[in-house]
């Protein structure tokens, strides 16, 4: 009788194996075989990380292999599985591989294709075409849409991490990650030892050096003794955490009035400041998305603020970035001044400062939540709902998206939510 030797591998992860009943059935064109026990006597089956082989007898010949059905019941008490794939010899001496990387949950079912990747006029038969079709159907309960507050991208329909499928929550190594990646952040920030700085203002810019003492590396101590300097600030805008905001400026706004005058000292190619835009040596960075946000209150005895600068920059003679001068509101006035280099030392520092202030809150906000988080998460529950795992879309998609959603809820959850990390530190509040 031909026979089939089966091969599983259960995943590396914590918490990967299982002492529940495995079955597995094999589907071809010409036929299935019966729904088989996959065990060994005296053997623990299907521990982590283990790679195990199982003999498959049937009662004829199944033609082409186009899907294996794999089966968890319940032996004790329902014990989560992780099955990273499956490989079938078949009885001519071929190999067939058939990706899983899923959790098997309580008494749950997986049918597998083959790990070719195959759009759906590929599809031959009609069981490949059903498969196709129910996969989707299946995902779409599982993987709902919803509208988490109104102007935020469509997300998952779930309100916890603990609520989303847990194919897509974060395994226990990557929870474990987080958490003493936390405990390090806090550590190094020695936040214990300096909260109550957090709570009032500052006294002196040697406070800095206090906060970051325990983070040494050559990078870090070098910006410590450079950050005031404006060749510092010009280089974050296209090395720092938010290189997006610089602009080319091929005609300054009338918002921003800036003269030659103003910079004429600055200027170092004996060219008017419109002669520089015209060349191209001109940039600019507004902020403008900053204006009329209500500042948030994280402490009743300390008063907050937020600015929408414009900050002007200057690619100098020596190809350094450079800022020109800097304007703290959208609407220039008496109120409002331009700010220049060549003003007083701790004015023009301030400047900067406000200028660094929102650009933190135009990367957290912007560039990094909804840019990169958000808007990602759209195509990841996009993905989920309408391409089944042999499409080549989903196997180039799937890495980029791997834990996206789960961080994302875990946002939703704890960060920006109601009374979140947001609410409590932030200047812009969430």
Known sequence: MPSYTVTVA?????????DDYIYITLVGTEGCSERTLLDKPLYNDFERGAVDSYDVTVGENLGELELVKIEKKKYWVQDDWYCKYITVKTPSGDYVEFPCFHWLVDDKEVVLRDGKALLPKDDKTRLVKQHRHKELESRRKTYRWREWQPGIPMSIDANTHKELPRDIQFDSEKGVDFI???????EN???????????SSWNDFADFERIFVRIKNTISEYVMQHWKEDFMFGYQYLNGCNPVMIQKCTK?????????????????????LEEEIEAGNIYIADYELMEDISPNSTDPCTLQYLAAPICLLYNNSQSKILPLAIQLGQTPGKDNPIFLPSDGQYDWMLAKIWVRSSDFHIHQTVTHLLRTHLVSEVFGVAMFRQLPAVHPAYKLLLPHIR???????KAREQLICEFGIFDKVSDGGG
């Open 10 to 18: 259960t995943g590396s992860q914590w918490f990967a194996g299982t």
């Open 180 to 186: 003493l990646n936390y405990s390090k952040a806090i």
């Open 189 to 199: 920030l020695c936040v214990n030892q300096f909260m109550h700085m957090f709570q």
């Open 252 to 272: 300054l706004p009338e918002k921003f009035p800036v003269t030659h005058d103003m910079v004429a000292d600055c200027l170092e190619r004996e060219m008017t």
């Open 403 to 409: 834990f996206t959603i789960a961080i994302n809820t």
